[in-house]
Each structure stands twice: as C-alpha cells, then as structure tokens.
C-alpha cells in the first residue's frame, strides 16, 4: 500500500488537448424533437459537447405527393400542392399550376397575377413570421413566439375571408384564381398592411440588439458564397451567404417585374444574418402588398379559355356550350401536349419548382417537385460539423426547413 | 420559329461531344439534351467547368415501361450568372437500371441521385453513399415506377398477420 509520501502531486497537464481521446457517443435527436419542427431525425456522433458527424434522416412525413399526382388530373392536383409546404400553401399553388399553364401555355388575365402576388406575398410574411416565432422559441425567446402568432393570425383572418379556409387555400385555378376578391378584404389587407410595420419593429426591438440573440446567432452555421452554391441552398440561406438570386427578380412570374422591391442580401452567410434576411424580406413584402393594391387591375380573374377554366355558372342555364365544357372539365378535365416543362417560384424557403413530364392525357406523367426545404436541409451535415450541440439546435432553426416540404 | 438564345449552347455541345450528344429540344423555353450514359460526366463537367453551370437544382427520373430503355434520368443545371437552365437527359435500362453519378461534379446531386434510387431504383455509380432517402432502409420495391400500385402496400397492425392477406383485402 503506497504511502501519503509517495503518491505524487504533481501537475498533470489540463485542458481539453490533454484529455484522452474520448469514445465517440451517438445521439438520436428526433423524430420527435421539439427543435426538428416536424418529424426529422439526425444522428449526431458527438465527441463530449462536439458534434463531429450528423446524419439527417428525412423520409417520417413522406406521403407519395408525386405519385398521387399521377393519378389526379390537372385541377385536382392543386389540392395536392397545398399540403406540402404547409406553411406557404398559396405559393404552391402557384407554383403548380405555373407548371400547368406552361405547359399546356395558358394566358392568365392582370387581375389573377395581381391576386396570386397578394396571397403569395401573405403567405411569405406569414411563413416567415412562424419561422421567427419557432427559432426563436428553441433559442429561449418565448415571449417571441406570442408575439409572431399573434400577427401570423391577421393573415390566417385574410386567408379565410378570401378563400373559405385558414391554410390550405387551393385557390389557383389553371388559367387564373377561382373567386374574385370578396368585398372588404382589401381594407382588412390595407389594415394589416398599415399595423404591420410596427409590429417588425416592435419583433426587431425585441431580438435584433440583444446580447443574447446575438451570441446565440452571430459567427454560427457559416455558409460560404461557394459552398451555399455546391450545396445548391436556395432562398434566404442562399441569399444570406452573399449570392443575389431571387426568383421574383431573377425570372420575374406573376407581375413581379411591375413592383418596386429590393432583395436583401447578408454578408456572413451565418444563422444572424438570416435572421436579418427574412426580418427584411417581410418589410420587403409589405412594400409589394401596397403596390398591388394601389394598382389593382380590373377585369376577369379566370382566362375565358373554355377548354381549361369552367364557364361561369349564369351561362350554364343559357348556352349549350357552356354545359357541354363545363361537363368535360369536371368529368375529365383538359389534355396537356406532350412534352415536359420546369417552372418555379419563389417561396418563403427558397426556389420551388415543378418539373412536369405529360404524355398527352389529362394527368401528369410525372410530377417532380424540386423542395427548397430538401435542398436547404442537405448541407446539415456539414454545418453541424464541429459545433456544440446547443448551436445544432440554432443552426436547424435558422434553415427554416419544413418536413413535409422535403418528404413530400 | 424564332432562334432561341440557347442555340450556339447546343452548337458548342454537338461540336464537342459529336455523337454522344445523341438529341436536343427546346420545349417551352426549356432547353434539353439528350447524352449517352458514357459520356454524361464529361458533358456534366464541361458544362460545369466552361459554361459556368454552377447550381444543380434537381435530378429525377421518368420511367416508362413500354419503352426500351426504359428510364429517362434528368438532372437540371442553371448558370446563377447568366440565368440559363440546362436539362441534361440520359437513359437507364431493365433489368439493372444504373446511370453514372454527378456528385463528382455538383455535390448538391446527393440526396437528389439518393432520392431517385430509392423511389425509382435507379442505381448511380459512384455516388458516395446510395442508400435510400425517403422510404425506410427495409423498404422493398421503387413507389415511383410505374408497376408499383398506388394504395398497394400492406399495412400490418399489431393485431394482424399479413400471410395470406392481399393487399386490396386490407384496404377493406
């Protein structure tokens, strides 16, 4: 037995270079994670409080949208699109039948255009208000998340007056939108456009000196200008790192290019400066919702195409026509030419598109839908590379990705 | 006709690539060619390395059964400076569909390539890590072909058996 003279007291050297190379540790976060917004799982490989390896596995939400597609003709397929971004549903719609009317090249009248960028420009400011309450939520903010609920609801209100329902609006049609505005939503739109500004400035007030927020945000989840673009990230994680590409600018749809708006652009490519992004792309929209409304067409809201939109009911009672259409496109709708086309939109998360293969039936052959959220999610693994598993949680939140986008 | 913008793209291509370039279309402003499989990594990476192809933005596969070969694989490329697309289309066949990857050449191909294997069964050679994405690891068959039934699969609940059980009989 050693004695108290001979047990050494010597320094071991301390700090973490000197400790032994630890076992690596696997550690499932998810699927049913409070942070992972969804069902996503990953398994991160930790060493201590560092992860050294993620491994997202995507796939709990995956409903068959693309299959499903198949066999649902053109029109019903709207209902499909909607519930897949479940938070922007409005811009799928869009986008859908912006693949449609490309290809089957449909005319859609001023006032249609003039009522998508409405409700698309809505369902930006209510997507990325969620995504400000949520991040903010797993980074501590609760008070946050009330606050950006709150005025996510003033839209929600302006969805169910105009389209019947809350989310899942379906409320494009091939060839135009199917309801005209109803009387008095463009003052309960101009209402929220006016109380809106105050608010982000109230939310910014809030988060965007604080200390806190900063520390948690700043210098975390570096993407650089040419690794945003090989990882082919999209939307504002694209447009954070540097890189100007916004759909409504680059590729202008809808009327865009009728519109004053600038696309703000971040300099660090780190997780505050999408923050910053998707704070500013709300003021951005606003701006967009007032120019609409102070320039809204007049005139018909569905082409009068009768081979792809019905006739308006009043005709039904008086032209054969109109009955022998309107019977055609609710039996078995209209044909596509052959042949496939890409068309894409800018939604809260970035470019999304719809590449449509049709053989010539009423049905697409094909319908592959090419999700922001998927595209924004793939470079997970080498964001977290390195990090705390406390900035794991910041660097999910600031990709806004929304799973039944990627699983589709 | 009038003579689309992308036209000296193809010229430069068919000049290059001669026979491998095997068709090209432009359907609705959508430019599309048509490589052979042996030759699509080195029309990948021209297009990438001098024509400034930088951003992949999908790939995907289109099966039909009644043709031979049977799969169109397509990836779609932009050029984010000059906002230009390229559809870049190879072919697959039975029984052993299997294309060349681009991950060599767009990184962001991953999970796109992983994603077509695994509801197309297209194989990729040289993909860094082909497993499936979507549909769990034990999953049998590709949904997105064009023989696999829609509404077919068997659902077991804890109380049932699956032997004998057709799949319509549990659809009810």
Known sequence: ?408 | MTVSASAPLVERLGERFKQALQESSDFRGDLSIVVDPAAVVEVARYLKDEEGFDYLLYATAVDWPARDPRFTVVWEVRSLANKTRIRIKTTATMPDPHVPSLTSVWTAANWHERETWDLLGIKFDGHPDLRRLLMPDSWEGHPLRKDYVSFGEPVIFSDQKLEGLEPDAIRG
């Open chain 1, 1 to 408: 037995m050693p004695s108290v003279a001979e047990t050494s007291f010597a320094q071991e050297p301390f700090g973490p270079e000197h400790e032994p190379p630890t076992e690596w540790m696997e550690l499932n976060m998810g699927p049913q994670h409070p942070s992972t917004h969804g069902v996503l799982r990953v398994r991160l490989k930790l060493d201590g409080e560092i992860v050294r390896d993620a491994d997202a596995d995507v796939g709990y939400l995956h409903t068959g949208f693309e299959k499903s597609f198949e066999d649902k003709t053109y029109t019903q397929g709207i209902t499909f699109s909607d519930r897949m971004d479940y938070l922007a549903p409005p811009i799928n719609n869009v986008g859908f039948v912006a693949a449609v009317e490309k290809l089957i090249g449909v005319e859609v009248p001023p006032r249609a255009q003039a009522i998508r960028v409405l409700m698309m420009e809505l369902a930006r400011i209510a997507s990325h208000e969620l995504w400000l309450g949520t991040a903010g939520l797993d980074l501590g903010v609760y008070s946050g998340f009330f606050y950006a609920w709150r005025d996510r609801e003033l839209v929600l209100d302006l969805n169910e007056s105009y389209s019947g329902v809350r989310m899942m609006t379906s409320f494009t049609r091939v060839g135009g939108v199917a309801w005209d505005l109803p009387e008095g939503w463009l003052d309960q739109l101009q209402r929220f456009i006016d109380v809106m500004p105050g608010r982000i400035d109230d939310f910014e007030a809030m988060l965007s000196d604080n200390p806190i927020w900063h520390q948690r945000l700043k210098g975390v989840g570096v993407l650089s200008r040419q690794a945003a673009i090989e990882a082919g990230v999209t939307g504002p994680m694209l447009r954070a790192s540097g890189v100007d590409y916004d759909v409504r600018k680059a590729f202008p749809y809808a009327g865009y290019e009728q519109y004053e708006f600038d696309v703000p652009l971040g300099t660090n490519g780190d997780c505050y400066d999408r923050y910053k992004l998707r704070v500013q792309e709300m003021r951005e929209s606003l701006k967009i919702l007032q120019q609409v409304i102070d320039s809204l067409p007049g005139g018909p809201w569905l082409t009068s195409d009768r081979k792809v939109a019905l006739p308006p009911r009043a005709e039904l009672s008086k032209s054969m026509e109109s009955v022998i259409h309107h019977f055609r496109l609710v039996s078995e709708g209209f044909k596509g030419p052959v042949g496939d086309v890409y068309a894409f939109v800018e939604s809260p998360r970035g470019e999304l598109g719809f590449y449509l293969v049709s053989d010539g039936t009423n049905k697409p052959y094909r319908m592959k839908v090419r999700p922001p959220s998927f595209c924004n999610l793939q470079p997970l693994r080498q964001l977290v590379q390195g990090v705390l598993v406390a900035d794991v949680i910041a660097i999910m939140g600031s990709m806004d990705f929304i799973l039944g986008d990627v699983d589709r």
